[in-house]
């Protein structure tokens, strides 16, 4: 029942920051079809999408593979540890938008893997799963790059082709996927530790 709950507020963290950014970029925008567009720019919102309908699942008692949960937990920790070491303090915020990124950076990046930590299964995952988990961040990349390049504006500064050039975004990229491998390896290697102590 605790892990329901937990779930829950898990859940209920990415929904609420989902919906604080909708409204805070439709007041701007106007239009909910304009905003939606916008929002689907961001590897931050498609992530605490998929947190958000993940949780959901796991609260209403619904079966969710290990390997996916594990998948959206590296997500949305990548999200937190980018945001903190490339995004942070690069825009000036306030009102809802600065609530919205709050959430969406900061609260589930820590809550999901706390929850994980505490509630999850532990002993389920494999050590094929990290490649498995890099294909949504490596099918992230191509989309972030064709929008940058049809709209003008790249989703976040160390994709910025026009700026950087080609060279430097591929660095950039490469230094990411290397970190988010090792990531996935380190929560597998947890996993199969905590598994093996219960």
Request: proline residues 4%; contains cysteine.
């Amino acid at each position: 029942m605790m892990a329901r709950f937990g779930a829950a507020l898990v859940a209920l963290a990415a929904v609420a920051g989902l919906g604080v950014q909708f409204q805070a970029t439709f007041a701007q925008i106007g239009s909910v079809a304009g905003t939606l567009w916008i929002l689907l720019r961001f590897f931050t919102v498609l992530t605490n999408v998929a947190v958000a309908m993940t949780f959901t699942a796991i609260a209403f008692d619904r079966r969710v593979a290990p390997r996916l949960l594990g998948g959206v937990l590296l997500a949305i920790f990548l999200v937190g540890v980018i945001y903190g070491l490339l995004l942070r303090g690069l825009l000036s915020l306030s009102g809802g938008a600065l609530l919205a990124d709050m959430l969406l950076h900061k609260v589930t990046p820590l809550l999901a893997p706390l929850w994980w930590l505490t509630c999850a299964r532990k002993g389920m995952l494999g050590w094929r799963d990290p490649w498995i988990w890099a294909l949504f961040p490596a099918a992230y990349l191509p989309y972030a790059l064709l929008r940058g390049a049809m709209e003008g504006r790249y989703a976040y500064p160390f994709l910025d082709v026009t700026k950087l050039g080609i060279g430097q975004v591929a660095l950039n990229a490469l230094l990411i996927a290397a970190g988010f491998l090792l990531a996935g390896h380190a929560l597998v290697w947890i996993d199969q530790r905590m598994g093996h102590r219960r």
